[in-house]
């Protein structure tokens, strides 16, 4: 499979992608602020095959990461064998197989309880820059003062996706050609195996992906998001894993805070 997706470094390229901000033209430094190879990307995942609504933006950042690394780049053992740090977050459960938008080796595919405090210590433990999380309603997020402050501190930027690739509040576009697409189609063939999708709900997610098409090229539409907001997109669910809530009984009362979006 990696044979494959390591590949993509011959196929894709920076002119596969076109950004736009707010309806005119931007790049990938405009949607995320300076930028840098560095950076560690985490996609939080709530459902089957989420992911493939930020597909193109994560891509995008994958050929920015290969082109500062090209000319060294290979499978030979004088070459440099390498994938930039990006991390989904499998929410409660797998929700798919993310190696053709190369998110490798499979220990960046991490799965942690549907809880946000939980979510959000793998976060942080992956020291992540940039926060990529599923538009929804905000809700109530019970979480470690400590782990707040670690989000606080090392969180750049974050944006608000739709795992169908549209929303109505969108500010930012990022669209892509056949070649990359190509990649997109491999990653929902696996997940699909990989997940036992029943027929039709796999045609769902094809005929979404149809739904983005526009001039030859895959559009799809993210929104800004102020990180105290993300924290109440982490998920919608408002009971407390085990682990969260011995974390608060062997703490003082002063240990958890309660982020209330009502």
């Not at 056949?178 to 990989?194: C, I």
Request: charged fraction near 20%; proline fraction near 4%; glycine fraction near 6%.
């Amino acid at each position: 499979m990696k044979e494959l997706a390591l590949h993509a470094t011959n196929v894709i390229s920076a002119r596969d992608f076109d950004f736009q901000l707010q309806g005119r033209q931007a790049s990938l430094d405009d949607v995320l602020p300076g930028f840098q190879t560095s950076d560690r990307i985490g996609v939080v995942v709530n459902r089957p095959c989420g992911a493939m609504g930020v597909s193109s933006l994560l891509m995008a950042a994958t050929t920015r990461f290969y082109d500062a690394h090209r000319l060294q780049l290979g499978n030979e053992p004088d070459k440099l064998r390498i994938y930039p740090d990006y991390f989904i977050f499998h929410v409660g459960n797998c929700q798919g197989s993310h190696a053709q938008l190369d998110v490798w080796p499979p220990h960046k595919e991490v799965i942690v309880d549907d809880d946000a405090e939980q979510i959000l210590e793998a976060i942080n433990d992956r020291g992540i820059t940039r926060l990529l999380v599923e538009d929804k309603p905000l809700s109530s997020a019970v979480l470690l003062r400590e782990t707040l402050a670690s989000a606080r501190s090392r969180i750049v930027s974050v944006l608000a996706y739709s795992p169908v690739g549209r929303m109505p509040q969108g500010d930012v576009c990022c669209a892509h050609g056949p070649n990359a697409e190509a990649y997109v189609q491999k990653m929902l063939g696996d997940s699909g195996a990989l997940l036992q999708l029943p027929e039709h709900e796999y045609a769902d997610l094809l005929q979404a992906r149809e739904r983005l098409a526009s001039g030859g090229r895959v559009v799809e539409q993210y929104r800004r998001l102020a990180l105290h907001s993300a924290f109440g997109m982490l998920t919608s669910n408002q009971e407390l894993s085990l682990q969260t809530r011995h974390y608060i009984a062997v703490s003082n009362k002063h240990a958890a805070v309660v982020l209330d979006f009502d």
